[in-house]
């Protein structure tokens, strides 16, 4: 069970980063081609790094949902921690 989360928290950390990554990319090109007057660029990044971004936001949120489901670790709570001599 630990192998399985720790396979899930790699993918989410990639896909994360992939994510950031490709957004960055794709709002400093959109700003780069309206600064230059491209609109020809507007379209390629549309075409080539939206469906990325948006594949890699898919795979993190379902990543990040399987994270919510691990065993919570087994701590004393500060009242039963009090309550012991």
């Known amino acids: 069970m630990q192998k399985l989360q720790h396979t899930i928290n790699a993918i989410f950390v990639i896909s994360l980063a992939v994510l950031l990554v490709a957004g960055i990319v794709f709002v400093a090109g959109q700003a780069l081609a309206l600064v230059t007057g491209q609109g020809g660029w507007l379209a390629v990044l549309n075409e080539a790094v939206k469906g990325p971004a948006c594949i890699a936001a ?28």
Do not use: H, I, M, W
């Open 58 to 85: 898919s795979v993190c949120a379902l990543a990040g949902f399987l994270l919510s489901y691990k065993k919570p670790a087994n701590q004393n709570s500060p009242q039963q921690e009090a309550r012991t001599p």
